[in-house]
């Protein structure tokens, strides 16, 4: 079992959690992911890793609540545990001195970001980095995200907090400007945001990394649920990835895999607030 | 009972294995085969003409003493079957369940060169099952030697070898990836056909008795390397098994709807998709499922869409839909074990046999909607000594499919080979290793399963961690040298 240790609230949706996972933390780097299992009846579900502390044997990990079990997760406080979580896994991010290179945090992206960015800064590299969400509340990391870069550029789309717009607009513009000479890009986020990105780079011909979340079970290359076509073919997400070539990914392929299970992701929140209801409604019973 | 002549023992019938019913099962993930009385088990006992030179043991992967555990069993000593047993198989509730009896011990038998086998394969689970629920004979550990050992995967070749080298006295630890152990008794072995409190009771009852330490959630190539687990550790074994799954080389494999069988199955076992969603994990299966191959993981998979499909239709009140085998060869290669050939039949699974799938078609939404195929014929016989299937030309059509699993084999997971310099591996990506000793090219570290042989048996994969065992216990013990 593995006890949560801090649990921040970044938005009404989004949360921030320390779990304690020694095993994980130990060998945990950038771009790397892990698998979370709540209890006995969950299912296992690949969150990226936003921190780590090798020191005190922690991951961090920031989630959105989005399904069943985030929505659980985010009911959890600290001193509970969780009954799986696996880690590290995947590839790390390949880090060294590019020059100058843009990191894009959507959303939930953000978190997974910060590591690399910090990581690339660390590396040499001249960081400038985007980070959006659909409205100011779900913005979070901007101070951290302001002390890994040289520049930050902060979107909504909504306008209710920084500039108005996709993450796609400001990096056109470092792109077109002759001065940057930008070597690489980072783009983390749903899916269509980094087939945007990976869109919007692709005539500059600049490498587009990106990084996909895709339905997966074991995370260890199992059971081929991940699996993402590329141009010259199918690669498992758990272990040739997380991270890819955005210029070779077949977004419409991933963007209808991930959609495959949307009805019964649907039915499992319907289950879980139903026996939520009727749990609350037992205890309320019991105080009487 | 007064002893039997030879033409009487002949004259007893094998007894059938009681099962549930055809029908009903088809809706539920109730074991099937429901086991022998102690009547019929002492009776069918009674059929085993005790050879001086049994074959049976010669078939048998770890060599169980048969004659003896038969002969206890059948003057009702079951505590004196257990031992006998146990000196081989340490995990006889699994063995009587999942082996391919028909290949092995009992395609041995003498008996069985004029009429039927002894059934010895029940007979195994019959002291398997008294034994979980009696534990009449302890394991008993050895005096501590003060040696490491560590297991890498929890499967049945990793098991065998953890028990082995505890008995001796050595400290074990085991590394599993998953969140329980059991390897592909619990994700790929179906709940009907092992039910995974068979499993876990046999893994917890070794591991009480010996003292081991199952570490679960713990990926060696990731959490640890095997270069850290050699500086920990006296010696290591790797019984990782053979699990990433193959796809065909074919168009269309990414459309929603195709899965390896590992997925599926891992889905339904491991995660209990058919309770959703009082599990979390789901499972899809449509109207019309096919299931690519004709071997164990092929039939566990049609049997489990079946039940899948029972299910849905209760709850719906629709028609169940069709679930099909879809193989290039004829019936005479299946090699699937005869009894799962069987049960899927009388279960009502659809085999097109001799036919081939070119490319899988989809629809507008990026889902599954057909498989285009072709018909093929038996041709001379290939390297394999079977006879090669080759295309009808012309013979293409469509077959209108909306899911398709497929299990064509799984190859080793390569993630162990990280950081572990000096560990060859074939060019099919298995662990290289004698198959007497388990040695691999690394030293200190032997390996033996599906990890060295590609996939094969539970059995075969208890065998090699049974010989690894025995090997790593000499080293430690000074007996012998790396």
């Known amino acids: ?288 | 009972m007064a002893e039997l002549t030879q033409q009487e023992r002949f004259k007893i019938k094998r007894h059938e294995m009681p099962n549930q019913d055809q029908i009903e099962r088809r809706s539920n993930y109730n074991e099937v085969a429901l086991g022998y009385t102690e009547a019929m088990a002492r009776e069918e006992a009674e059929r085993c003409l005790q050879c001086k030179k049994p074959k049976c043991v010669e078939g048998c992967p770890v060599g169980v003493l048969i004659p003896q555990f038969v002969k206890a069993l059948r003057e009702g000593d079951m505590v004196k079957a257990v031992e006998w047993m146990k000196v081989k198989n340490n995990l006889p509730a699994i063995c009587g369940r999942v082996c391919p009896q028909e290949r092995q011990c009992e395609g041995n038998c003498i008996v069985g060169k004029k009429g039927e086998p002894v059934a010895i394969g029940r007979l195994e689970r019959f002291v398997g099952d008294f034994e979980l629920a009696n534990r009449t004979c302890p394991l008993v550990k050895a005096p501590k030697t003060g040696k490491r050992v560590a297991i890498v995967g929890s499967g049945p070749a990793g098991l065998t070898c953890a028990v082995d080298v505890a008995r001796e006295g050595h400290d074990v630890t085991i590394f599993e990836s998953l969140h329980g152990p059991g390897g592909v008794l619990v994700y790929g072995i179906p709940e009907f056909r092992l039910p995974k409190s068979v499993v876990h009771g046999e893994i917890n009852y070794a591991a009480d008795c010996l003292g081991i330490d199952i570490k679960t959630d713990h990926v060696i190539g990731r959490s640890f390397t095997l270069d850290e687990l050699l500086s920990d550790y006296d010696a290591v074994f790797l019984g990782t098994g053979a699990g990433l799954p193959s796809f065909m080389r074919i168009p269309g494999i990414n459309y929603n709807g195709v899965m390896s069988a590992n997925e599926f199955l891992t889905r339904v076992n491991l995660m209990k998709a058919y309770r959703f969603p009082e599990f979390d994990t789901p499972v899809k299966v449509g109207k019309k499922v096919a299931v690519i191959g004709a071997g164990n993981v092929a039939m566990d998979s049609v049997r489990c869409s079946l039940r899948l499909q029972a299910l849905q239709a209760e709850k719906t009140g629709n028609g169940s839909g069709e679930v099909h085998m879809v193989y290039r060869r004829s019936r005479d290669e299946v090699p699937a074990r005869e009894e799962e050939f069987h049960h899927a039949g009388e279960e009502g699974v659809i085999f097109d046999f001799l036919t081939n799938p070119l490319e899988i078609l989809g629809d507008k939404d990026g889902s599954v909607r057909a498989m285009r195929c072709i018909r093929m014929k038996l041709g001379e016989p290939d390297q394999s000594g079977r006879r090669q299937p080759v295309p009808i030309e012309g013979s293409e059509f469509e077959m209108e499919v909306d899911t398709v699993i497929m299990a064509l084999g799984t190859s080793p997971n390569p993630l162990v080979f990280v950081e572990a310099e000096g560990l060859e591996r074939t060019k099919h990506g298995t662990a290289l290793a004698d198959l007497e000793t388990g040695r691999t090219k690394k030293t200190r570290v032997w390996a033996g399963g599906d990890v060295v042989t590609g996939a094969a048996t539970v059995i075969s994969a208890m065998g090699a961690g049974k010989r690894a065992a025995a090997d790593i216990h000499k080293v430690l013990k000074g007996e012998a040298t790396w």
């Open chain 1, 1 to 288: 079992m593995y006890k949560i240790l801090k649990k921040e609230v970044l938005s009404d949706v989004t949360k921030l959690m320390d779990v304690q996972a020694p095993h994980v933390a130990r060998k945990a780097k950038a771009g790397q992911f892990i698998i979370v299992r709540i209890d006995e009846e969950g299912e296992r579900i690949p969150l990226t890793i936003a921190d780590y502390s090798r020191d005190s044997g922690t991951i961090t990990i920031i989630f959105q609540e989005v399904g069943k079990s985030t929505k659980q997760l985010g009911r959890m406080e600290p001193g509970e545990e969780l009954a799986t979580f696996v880690g590290p896994l995947g590839h790390p991010t390949d880090i060294k001195n590019f020059g100058t290179i843009v990191c894009v945090g959507g959303g939930v992206g953000i978190a997974p970001i910060y590591p690399i960015a910090r990581s690339l800064k660390e590396a040499g590299n001249t960081v400038l980095s985007i980070i959006g969400a659909r409205n100011k509340d779900l913005l979070f990391w901007e101070e951290k995200m302001r002390a890994v870069s040289d520049e930050l550029i902060i979107c909504t789309d909504d306008g209710s907090y920084g500039r108005k717009s996709l993450v796609t607009e400001p990096l056109k513009e470092l792109l077109e400007n002759p001065g940057r000479k930008i070597s690489h890009v980072w783009a983390i986020g749903p899916a269509i945001m980094m087939k945007f990105i990976a869109q919007t780079t692709k005539p500059y011909n600049v490498p587009t990394v990106v990084s996909l979340n895709t339905v997966m079970i074991d995370g260890t290359g199992m059971c081929g649920g991940c699996r993402v076509l590329l141009d010259d073919g199918a690669q498992f997400v758990c272990v040739d990835g997380p991270e890819f070539d955005g210029h070779k990914v077949d977004w419409n392929n991933l963007l209808s895999r991930l959609q495959f299970y949307r009805k019964e992701e649907q039915l499992a929140v319907e289950h879980w607030e139903h026996k939520c209801r009727l749990e609350g409604a037992l205890a309320e019973g019991g105080k009487r």
